[in-house]
Structure formats: structure tokens, C-alpha cells
């Protein structure tokens, strides 16, 4: 393995409201993940000022979106991590409209990999790459998550990566707090580096077999833009 | 639904309006008001005057869109006002006549592809006062190409037989 080369680890928060339950738990893992040795980065949707997918459908024929706003870059970071976390609480039983607008973005992604098929991970890829979601939800009911999951299969999947694990916490009110709850924090951060390290590994593991390349278009070298929002 | 005597129709499209989405300040909890000032003030009115409250939305990437969820969202306002100051949301005499319907289509045929959107805009219409049972749902799956719901076998039907029902189940809580 190049030593030069950490795993990246992006997080995106969906939260509306800062350093509230789901972000303080999406710190967790990213602090984790740092202690491991990865190279971590905090991306809040708040503020990015991007529009919501219009259905036009036009990326059905061309593979790209007609918007050009700030979630095109950020598309392109994710292709190339190695671990992504979104982190979004529970609003109305389902993910938060910034986050939804969000994935809905990745259309152009979805219509490149199922009706262009121009996208296409391996096997080897999807394996390598971890995918997380990062949640905490008001209320205590048994179904709470049971909107979002489906949303970050189809996310994930669309995005090439392995869905991982969730990291999740309900009853928010009951606990006041994410950091009242005995467990969530400290499973966040143990989640965190216990990734970090697997990716290391599996990247450790060396290239693909011959003719399985893995998709990694841009990676070095490439500079990363942006301040880090921690 | 249009077409029937005594029923008033209006049309509010999500993109030619500005709603925000919830900040989650939770400040509403005491203010018993949203502290965003957007053309959510006027349909939040909208909403508790309504006899019948229809929302429509696709489903994207198995759930409603941003906009729709950004609606929902805002909505907290009246779970705040039933749930936490445990004041009414519509005049008492009005609980049990009203009507909800949610309009969706979606482009794969998935069994499940309606599941998540259900359970938000359940929640919705709970804490606007409309009960399970006087939801009316008109979903149209496997509709992808613009257009394409037109040239459905079965769609145009369904949504006209929604519309008889609806005014039929108006009708009859209003008798």
C-alpha cells in the first residue's frame, strides 16, 4: 500500500440544525475514523445552495444534470473516497428535505449506470468502498428508520459502494440528547476506526486481478477543494 | 372533482412557491409558530381551512421530493401544536371531516416503492387532523417516461373513480 495515500473519509450532514444530535454523531465516527489514520472531511448540504432534482429526465440521454451547482463537485469527491458517511436525522418518519435533495441529484449517476450503461463498479470496487448512514430519530417507534434505509440502498448502490452499516440512535427525546444516550456516541467512534482500518486493509490488499480494474478516474493527484468545516 | 357543485378546487405547485425547510430549532414547540416567514404562512392557512387536503409528489430514489419533504417537514408546526402545547389544530367540530388524499407515481414497479412516501405523508396528515382512515391513496407505479402516465392502461380511471370517492366520502361527512 502507498503509505502517501490515507483512506478518505467524506461526511455529509443533512442537518439542518448544527451540531445537533446526528451531526454531534456523525463527529463521533469521524473522530474515530481520524484516530485510524484516515483523512477525514465534513460536508454540510446546509448552505451549499443547491436546487432540488427538476425530473427532467434530460440525463436519461446525456448522463449529466443540467444544474450546475455545488453538488456536481461534490458528486465527483464521493466517487473517489473511499468511505462515506451520510448523516441525516428523522424528520416526519423520512430522511430531511436537504438530504433528499441531495440523493435525488444522483439521478445522472443512476441513469449513467441503468439506461446509458456507461457506469459500471466491480465487484472489488464496491467491496472497497464503505458506504454509512448516520441517523438519530425523536421518537422511540420500532419503524422510525424504515423510510430512510431503502434510500440509502438505492444511494449507495447507485454510488458504487458497499452499504456498509448504520449508525443509528432513536428516542432522542427520551434520552434529551445524543450525548445522554449510554452507548451511541462511543459505538460511533469505535465504528469509525474499526472502517478505517478494514478499507486500509482491503486496500493493502493490492490492485484487482488483471481486467477488473477498479474506476478510480482522478484520484491522484487530485487536490481537493474547500475548507475544512470542522 | 372539479366538475361537482359545491366543491372549490385550488392548486398550489411546490416550485412556483417558496417553502424552506424545517431548520429543526424546534422553536415552534413554544412559539406555537414557525419562525421561518415564507408562502408556508399562507398554506400552513390553507391546509386547516381545507375540507380536503391533497398532495401529490413522484416518488424519487424511493421516497417524495426534496420539495414535498420540505412541505412535510414544515408541518411541524401542527405536530408541535397537537403533541407538545396540546392545542387544537382545526376547531374541534371539524375533527372527522376532513379528507386526505396523496397523488404519487413513480417509475419502477416495485411493490415497495410507495412504502417510505406513505409514512411520511401519514404523519402529515395525522397532525393536520386527517385520520388514517379518511386517507385515499391514488399511486400509479411504472410510470418513468414524461408522459407516460397518459397511455397507463389504468390511471386516468383510478384518478377519476379517486375523485367520485372523494366527493362522495366529502359529501358524506358534511351531510
Excluded at chain 1, 107 to 114: G, N, R
Amino acid at each position: 500500500m502507498n503509505r502517501m495515500e490515507p483512506v478518505t473519509v467524506l461526511g455529509i450532514s443533512g442537518s439542518p440544525h448544527r451540531h445537533g444530535n446526528t451531526e454531534t454523531l456523525l463527529d463521533a465516527f469521524l473522530d474515530g475514523a481520524k484516530e485510524a489514520g484516515g483523512d477525514v472531511e465534513k460536508i454540510l448540504l446546509k448552505g451549499l445552495g443547491s436546487a432540488p432534482c427538476q425530473g427532467c429526465n434530460a440525463c436519461h440521454k446525456t448522463g449529466a444534470c443540467v444544474l450546475e451547482d455545488a453538488l456536481l463537485p461534490l458528486f465527483d469527491r464521493i466517487l473517489v473516497a473511499d468511505v462515506i458517511a451520510l448523516a441525516s436525522p428523522i424528520y416526519t418518519m423520512g430522511i430531511t428535505a436537504e438530504m433528499k435533495g441531495f440523493v435525488d441529484r444522483s439521478q445522472y449517476l443512476w441513469a449513467q449506470k441503468y439506461i446509458l450503461k456507461t457506469r459500471y463498479y466491480t465487484r472489488e470496487h464496491i467491496r472497497r468502498h464503505k458506504g454509512i448512514f448516520i441517523s438519530t430519530a425523536g421518537t422511540g417507534w420500532e419503524n422510525v428508520f424504515s423510510s430512510a434505509f431503502p434510500i440509502m440502498t438505492a444511494f449507495f448502490d447507485i454510488m458504487g459502494f458497499e452499504y456498509h452499516d448504520n449508525i443509528i440512535a432513536k428516542d432522542m427525546d427520551r434520552w434529551k440528547g445524543i450525548r445522554n444516550h449510554p452507548t451511541a456516541l462511543s459505538e460511533a467512534g469505535e465504528k469509525g476506526r474499526r472502517v478505517v482500518v478494514e478499507v486500509a486493509r482491503l486496500k493493502e490488499g493490492g490492485e484487482a486481478p488483471p481486467g477488473k480494474g477498479v474506476q478510480k478516474e482522478g484520484k491522484k493527484g487530485a487536490r481537493r477543494p474547500g475548507k475544512k468545516e470542522r | 372533482m372539479a366538475k361537482e357543485p359545491g366543491i372549490a378546487i385550488e392548486k398550489v405547485a411546490l416550485d412556483e412557491v417558496t417553502v424552506e425547510p424545517c431548520r429543526g430549532c424546534n422553536a415552534c414547540e413554544v412559539l406555537n409558530k414557525c419562525v421561518q416567514r415564507d408562502d408556508m404562512d399562507v398554506l400552513h392557512d390553507k391546509i386547516v381551512e381545507a375540507d380536503c387536503v391533497i398532495f401529490a409528489s413522484p416518488v424519487y430514489c424511493l421516497g417524495i421530493c426534496a420539495e414535498g419533504k420540505a412541505l412535510v417537514d414544515r408541518a411541524q408546526v401542527f405536530r408541535s401544536r397537537k403533541y407538545v402545547l396540546k392545542l387544537p389544530v382545526v376547531p374541534p367540530e371539524r375533527i372527522g371531516k376532513r379528507l386526505g388524499i396523496f397523488i404519487s407515481s413513480a417509475g419502477q414497479n416495485w411493490d415497495i416503492v410507495f412504502d417510505g412516501a406513505k409514512m411520511s405523508i401519514g404523519c402529515f396528515f395525522h397532525v393536520t387532523e386527517i385520520k388514517n382512515k379518511d386517507i385515499l391513496y391514488l399511486l400509479v407505479r411504472g410510470v418513468d417516461k414524461a408522459g407516460e402516465v397518459e397511455t397507463h392502461p389504468t390511471a386516468r380511471a383510478e384518478a377519476q373513480a379517486t375523485g367520485r370517492k372523494a366527493v362522495e366520502r366529502l359529501r358524506e361527512m358534511h351531510r
